[in-house]
T-cell receptor, first 112, second 114 residues
């Protein structure tokens, strides 16, 4: 599976948009981009995933560049409860899925 | 559905002791995996399985054994615990071969080896 690179930490003001970048320059054509977050020491929670089109759900938006080498997770109106570690991973679907490996993620701190 | 259930939540071992961390899921997921998370660090993959009878190594498999005799259960065995294995352990599962293959995580087992 392709590796990802994320900034170690980011701050965001409450109510503002939080934009979390991820670099995955070695991504393969069949690999999806997934985002998860981990609040305190809980198990990580799925946020969103996509292949090449931009995606939006009730939690966030995912913007993937045209060459698929990087992506940005957008939390449109960050709240204090969004303070967490955010992980970007890449993984294929289906029976060839194999390993799902995580890096160290980005610690997002939302400040009042 | 209970989702992914891990037991125990906390465990203290002495060096050299053995134990099994239990993981069960009731979502009929083919894929299951074990991660460890050291303080201030990300998750590192220990072992994973893509179905009953099939297991493979992840990034940090040494000191751990797994087996997958049923779809529901994926226990992690520490044969001879070492202080370096002090960590929080997460089990995860996901479906395979479908569109929304997101990982579901358990609540974790905090293990201390003295």
């Amino acid at each position: 599976d392709a590796k990802t690179t994320q900034p170690t930490s980011m701050d965001c003001a409450e109510g503002r948009a939080a934009n979390l970048p991820c670099n995955h320059s070695t991504i393969s054509g069949n690999e999806y981009v997934y985002w998860y977050r981990q609040i305190h020491s809980q198990g990580p929670q799925y946020i969103i995933h996509g292949l090449k089109n931009n995606e939006t759900n009730e939690m966030a938006s995912l913007i993937i560049t045209e060459d698929r080498k990087s992506s940005t997770l957008i939390l449109p109106h960050a709240t204090l409860r969004d303070t967490a570690v955010y992980y970007c991973i890449v993984s294929p679907l289906g029976t060839n899925a194999g390993k799902s490996t995580f890096g160290d993620g980005t610690t997002l701190t939302v400040k009042p | 559905n209970a989702g992914v259930t891990q037991t125990p939540k906390f465990q203290v071992l002495k060096t050299g002791q053995s134990m099994t961390l239990q993981c069960a899921q009731d979502m009929n997921h083919e894929y299951m995996s074990w991660y460890r998370q050291d303080p201030g660090m990300g998750l590192r993959l220990i072992h994973y399985s893509v179905g009953a009878g099939i297991t493979d190594q992840g990034e940090v498999p040494n000191g751990y054994n797994v087996s997958r005799s049923t779809t529901e259960d994926f226990p992690l065995r520490l044969l001879s615990a070492a202080p370096s294995q002090t960590s929080v352990y997460f089990c995860a599962s996901r479906p395979m071969g479908r569109l929304n293959e997101k990982l579901f995580f358990g609540s974790g087992t905090q293990l201390s080896v003295l």
